[in-house]
């Protein structure tokens, strides 16, 4: 919360937390942080567990400080069983999905942002209330896509 206190107003925090692990005030009503108020909001981005489960067999295996796994079919049973380091991705989605109607919270996929990026992007952009020109969309999208 210090740390949080210094940083420049419109803070964008990227925790990959669990709801479980998140203070109860962030999805509450709003935080009083000396006089000022400040509605949370987050930004949920899931992905379809296949991809998830490659993604993740990639990062484990070029991760030095992570445990290696010799064949995919040896990692596969870990991610399917939630036998890696971290939570399952299963029980990690469900979380999340108890606060699928949360007015403070917006879940989107990665597949749906790849199939219609301003679109994701303008749904994104007016969830957190920002202000852009109709031409900035393309222009982000130029930007940010490989």
Known sequence: LQRMKKLPSRRIILPHLPPHLLTR???????????????????????????MAVSYYHFYNNMPVLPSFAS???YFAGFMNGK?????????????NKYIDHERIMMISYEELKEDQILG???????FGFSLCEEDFPRIANKTSF
């Open 121 to 127: 992007m303008k749904r994104i952009a007016a969830f």
């Open 84 to 96: 890696l380091i971290s939570e399952s991705y299963f029980d990690h989605l469900v979380e999340w």
């Open 72 to 74: 995919w079919d040896e």
């Open 25 to 51: 005030s962030i999805l509450q009503a709003r935080l009083r942080i000396k006089l000022c108020v400040f509605f949370l909001q987050i930004l949920v981005l899931v992905w379809n567990p296949k991809d």
